[in-house]
């Protein structure tokens, strides 16, 4: 019996095993560009895992995966060294941000006192001057509908909490847009504590100005400003009345604050209309 030809042995075919570490080499490319994202660990571990990966992978002499560690480690590198700049650059531009968030909510609010002026002047243009009664100001304009949207134009932009942030000169009651001397620099509308009436005199401002600029203040010519705190002294409030300064500041004539002169919770010196002339 003959046995058939058998042809020449063929090579046994071993399965290709993937060299030590070139996992570990993809997850440090992963975890480096993944780093900014985790605020600088992915990053610290990309590192880590990276020379893990090209150890093992000088050890076994393998060419392959190498290209993916060195990658892995000069990225998750670039991304560790970009962390600390990033919290410097943040650092910087975050009192900018907020300085220009402040800036934009003190225009707005003077916008706000400028449209509340504006319409009070027409109030009073058609009543032959006569400004609307200071205690119940908020009505009669509502009434009249000199002006839209009241109760945002009375708000402060940025206040967490949406109430009433504007009152009037409540000195001002009878009185006509035509007889008021020094009309830019009586005060008309000005901002007040939350809660306050609406209608009162310096003794509802607040303890110190919601912007940094100072008091935020209409006057009876039409005009807005932002007045800092120790000028707010040197404004008329009383029309026909002198300038009052506040206490702390300097007094040109003390002699005069007492007789016939009340102080107010603030240590202003309210002077009833009629006098003289500081």
Same mark, same amino acid.
């Given at each position: ?23 570990? !080499? ?27 990966? =090209? ?6 002499? !393998? ?6 560690? $060195? ?10 060294? =970009? ?10 531009? =975050?009192?900018?941000?907020?300085? !220009? ?17 504006? !319409? ?6 058609? +009543? &032959? ?16 509908? $000199? ?11 940025? &206040? ?14 009878? #009185?006509?847009?035509?007889?008021? @001397?020094?009309?830019?620099? #009586?005060? =008309? ?38 007045? @800092? ?32 002169? +009340? ?16």
């Amino acid at each position: 019996m003959t046995r058939p030809p058998t042809g020449p042995a063929q090579p046994s075919q071993t399965p290709e095993t993937k060299p030590p570490g070139k996992g570990l !080499a993809v997850a440090s490319l992963v975890l480096g560009v993944l780093g900014p994202c985790t605020v600088g660990l992915g990053s610290l571990i990309g590192v880590i895992l990276g020379a893990v990966a =090209l150890a093992k992978l000088s050890k076994a002499r !393998a060419a392959s995966g190498k290209g993916l560690a $060195v990658a892995g480690v000069v990225v998750s590198g670039l991304g560790f060294l =970009l962390i600390p700049v990033l919290a410097i650059l943040i650092a910087i531009l =975050l009192p900018a941000i907020s300085s !220009a968030q402040a800036w934009a909510n003190q225009a707005a609010f003077m916008r706000n006192l400028k449209q509340l002026s504006t !319409a009070a002047q027409v109030y009073a243009t058609e +009543r &032959d001057g006569r400004l609307p009664p200071p205690p119940s100001w908020v009505e009669e304009l509502e009434q009249q509908g $000199v002006l839209a949207d009241l109760d945002k134009t009375t708000c402060a932009p940025g &206040d967490e909490e949406a109430v009433r942030a504007v009152a009037m000169n409540a000195a001002l009651k009878g #009185t006509s847009l035509h007889g008021i @001397p020094a009309a830019s620099r #009586t005060v =008309l509308f000005f901002e007040c504590r939350p809660g306050a009436p609406p209608a009162g005199g310096p003794e509802i401002l607040p303890p110190e100005p919601r912007y940094r600029d100072g008091y935020v203040i209409a006057f009876c010519d039409g005009h807005v400003e932002s007045v @800092p705190p120790e000028e707010v002294g040197d404004l008329v409030w009383a029309p026909g009345g002198r300038r009052c300064r506040r206490l702390g500041f300097p007094i040109h004539k003390p002699q005069r604050m007492g007789v016939g002169k +009340r102080l107010s919770p603030v240590g202003f010196c309210l002077t009833p209309a009629g006098g003289g002339a500081e």
